[in-house]
């Protein structure tokens, strides 16, 4: 691929990021194109070493390599491109350039291409995890753990198909996501830890190596474990897919939760429900025509990278198929597989921001909450009466919500007044009573379990 072309349509760029230039240059030293040459050279050195280790070169020679490995420049291995159209030769020949003519003969020995550009793209994508995501991720788990224990005991109604169900915490609610978030955190470090390498030659069956070495699997091994890798148990040409694929896999599943979790809170700041708030600054604009509008744009934005991004794993699993030893039909495509990982980088940035500034309002949750408080106890009555002894409580309380939504009194009311429930109402404890007297009541475990996630994930993740 030209690189012009791939540095103008690539989102690895300071505009997607523009809000957090760093977070574009931390991006950048692990998945621009510059940085897998680097990693490539990196490669090419880890190889020679190992041949020098095994006597066929000197270490001389080694040390040579791997002082060009570490002065070849990006611009320079494109301008070689441009002249033997391919990349990985241009980077060989860019770092015979810079060595002895006793070096040269050994930069790239019984290697092919893919073993050199799989194992630095496995590089690449765990360093990145290693040392971006993962570490920005955590900053996010820690800013949701902060809301759910200061909101544990906040009363705010549950939610299912977009209505009021029975009360639940708002701490509870972000519970959720801080348990979600932690579980593919923990996801994403497996499936770095498991990315392979190989240097296992044109087809993985080790024909170069095998003419210098008795045992080449144990000089692959060698190789790899240099560089931190190992190797699966067969190679074709390429690593074999399926732990890139386990690596976007986690990838994907994180992003989901992230613009899950950005949508929930989205909502929530919708005019007529009004309970959460992004914090805006002094001088933020949220319209360019509306002024009293404060829209919830980040969240939005963050809901926006997961749509750009997340179906990009329907092109990894085609980039799955390869024919026989390897094809090149994954040649433009694979390129790509990297801005998923950096999509998930801006949008956890992003995210870390506004909930770190996320306002509650807890008076709004309560009003919100106490409109539909008199319906909630239709689910409390019913499992109490049935506990009790009425033999079809569900039917007999349906039918006082009915009453009730056409104006006759609220639920609880009805049912004091109902004969036909007295029996049954008289078995009733005084705590149970209670929290049919006062919705308020009917919230579970939620802040207890809310306090426990928090508890869980902290340890787990070493918060």
Known sequence: MHRDIFDAISPLDHRYCASSPELWERLSAYLSEAAAIRY??????????????????????????????LEVTPEE???????????????VNCIRARVSDEAKPFVHLTATSMDITDTARALQLRDAAREVLIPLLKELERALIAV?????????????????????????AMAE?????GQRIEGLERAAAALKGKMAGAVGAYNASRLFFDDPAAFEREVLESLGLSAADHATQIVQPEFLLDYMHAVASTFGVLANLADDIRHLQRTEIGEVGEAFEADQVGSSTMPHKRNPWNFEHVKSLWKVFV?????????????????????????FAVEMAAGLAAAADRLVRVVRKLVVDRR????????????????????????????????AVRRLTLRAEAGEGNVWDLALASQELAPYLARLSE???????DPRRYTGIAAERARRVCDEWERRLGL
């Open 431 to 437: 705590d149970q009573r209670r929290v049919l007297e």
């Open 311 to 335: 179906p990009r794993m329907i092109t990894l699993y085609m980039d799955q198929i390869s024919e026989h030893q390897r094809d090149l039909t994954n040649s433009a495509s694979g390129r």
């Open 364 to 395: 709004r949750m309560l009003e919100n909450f106490e409109s539909t408080a008199k319906s909630v106890i239709a689910e409390p009555l019913y499992i109490l009466l049935a506990a009790a002894g009425h033999p079809d409580a569900h039917e």
């Open 77 to 91: 291995v494109y301008r070689e491109e441009q002249r033997t159209r391919h990349h990985v030769r241009a980077l």
């Open 40 to 69: 490539q050279a990196r490669v090419e050195a880890a190889l020679v070493s190992a041949l020098a280790r095994r006597g066929l070169c000197s270490r001389r020679a080694a040390e040579e390599v791997e002082r060009a490995a």
């Open 148 to 172: 759910a224990r200061r909101e544990a005991e906040t009363l705010q109604a549950g939610r299912t198909h977009g209505q009021h169900a029975v009360p639940i915490t708002f701490g509870f």
């Open 177 to 181: 996501y801080v348990s979600r978030l």
